[in-house]
């Protein structure tokens, strides 16, 4: 039923110009989770599984929570630095360390390891940073 209603979807979506459509079916594909549901039901290590994952939620959300303030700190620290620096290279008006949440931002941005030793080596040819 949640297949024949999403094809459905998206084929009126695809012949009609209604916009309200595109949103329908959209609200309509959502319901395809519930066939995960059904899936944890009837499947017990799954349902172990997915239980296991409940629980744990609060402490990841306190881990995630002392990454954030770890993150905010190391933010100010930047600010502290590395504010003085010249915008060029890699350190653009979006990533650089001028306000805490720009330096929140850049930091995010090195930790996925998006061109991190680009922005070091930026801000290590910088000589205001040097006394």
Request: positive net charge; proline residues 2%.
């Amino acid at each position: 039923m949640i297949v024949i209603g999403t094809m459905a979807g998206f084929i009126l979506s695809q012949v009609s110009s209604f916009k309200r459509i595109g949103f329908t079916a959209t609200i309509i594909r959502s319901f395809r989770i519930g066939r995960l549901f059904k899936l944890f039901k009837r499947n017990k290590s799954l349902k172990v599984i997915f239980q296991t994952f409940l629980l744990s939620l609060p402490a990841i959300a306190n881990v995630g929570s002392l990454l954030m303030l770890l993150i905010y700190i190391y933010a100010v620290m930047g600010v502290f630095l590395f504010s003085e620096s010249k915008l060029s290279g890699f350190l653009t008006d979006k990533a650089n360390f001028k306000t805490p949440s720009y330096a929140s931002l850049t930091l995010l941005r090195t930790i996925t390891g998006e061109n991190w030793h680009e922005i070091a080596y930026t801000l290590s040819r910088d000589k205001s940073v040097t006394y």
